[in-house]
């Protein structure tokens, strides 16, 4: 994976995540694949361009998903299981680090509806020309920040037509929406990571902070934003003393470009360099 900015590249973190995943995510039959996680992610990433597979695949078993045993009522109706592990960019000891949290591992190619597939946060294993990564590499080569890129929701599956998270069954505090494990898992990535910021895409991530339907800094009201703090003060949001920054999910610039035109914005890269002068902007304050 040398076409990316030091992918994974802390064996402390390494194994810390690896152990995060094998407990509480996905847990590999083989010992060895969990030991060296990342390893594995660079072997096969590393040659995924060459071949049809968007992502290592395994058949639908419960379990190899101990933490989420309340998804085996849907079988054998569940289908597009995916897991999306989480990964990080560019460390360095000596740089600030963000956490960039979205919502979940949206599956949909039809050679995954059997399968559990385990893949990584945007795809980045498949391209490093979506929008996603023009804002990851705004923070990696303009601010020279360590990112660190994870899922509210750890586990993502489809059941009679659903995506998982608008099943009601499933959105209650003891099971899917604001479950507790999905919350015991993010607590312990935060403390591995210790991050200086903590970015959200989209409602889902943001609602962990707030049940109010705003803050949210919409395109039209990033545009609009200046340097001074004092306009971003209804935006004071903390985990755990950390600041959080909820921002919009770039979703619809993907599927409706031609949105951004409402907005007065040329181009999506005017946005993704509004993202970057406003996590600079919470970053220094």
């Known amino acids: 994976m040398n076409q990316f900015p030091s992918f994974c590249s802390n064996p402390t ?7 995060l995943v094998q407990e509480k995510i996905f847990k590999f039959d083989d010992p060895q694949g969990a030991s060296n996680l990342y390893e594995v992610l660079s ?3 590393s040659k995924v361009r060459t071949s049809k597979e968007v992502s290592l695949k395994y058949p639908i078993s419960f379990s190899l ?25 560019n460390y360095r000891e000596d740089t600030p680090k963000i956490m960039v949290v ?3 591992p949206l599956r949909s190619e039809p050679d995954l509806q059997k399968f559990i597939s385990l893949g990584t946060p945007y795809a980045f294993h498949l391209t490093q020309h979506n929008i ?16 660190y890129l994870t899922d509210t929701f750890k586990l993502y599956f489809k059941f009679q037509g659903k995506r998982s998270y608008d099943i009601a069954a ?21 403390e591995l990571v210790k991050p200086d910021l903590i970015v959200t895409l989209g409602k889902h991530p943001r609602l962990w ?15 609009e934003i200046s340097n001074n703090t004092s306009d971003t003060a209804h935006l004071n949001l903390f985990y755990n003393n950390i600041p959080v920054l909820p921002l919009m999910h770039l979703s619809p610039l993907v599927r409706h470009n031609t949105r951004i035109i409402n907005y007065g914005v040329s181009s999506n890269e005017d946005i993704i360099e509004k993202y970057v002068e406003f996590i600079k902007v919470k970053l220094k304050n």
């Open 209 to 223: 902070f707030t049940s109010i339907k705003e803050p949210k800094v919409s395109y039209k009201r990033l545009l």
């Open 43 to 45: 072997a096969f990433y």
């Open 102 to 104: 979205g919502i979940d």
């Open 13 to 19: 973190w390494n194994a810390k995540l690896a152990d």
């Open 132 to 147: 996603y990564w023009q804002l990851m590499s705004g923070l990696m080569e303009q601010l020279n920040l360590t990112v």
């Open 170 to 190: 499933f959105t209650n505090p003891e099971a899917y929406g604001n479950g507790a494990i999905h919350q015991e898992i993010f607590a312990r990535e935060v």
């Open 65 to 89: 998903i101990p933490s989420f045993r309340y998804v085996e009522r849907t079988a054998p109706t569940i289908e597009y299981v995916g897991i999306d592990v989480p990964v990080y960019y």
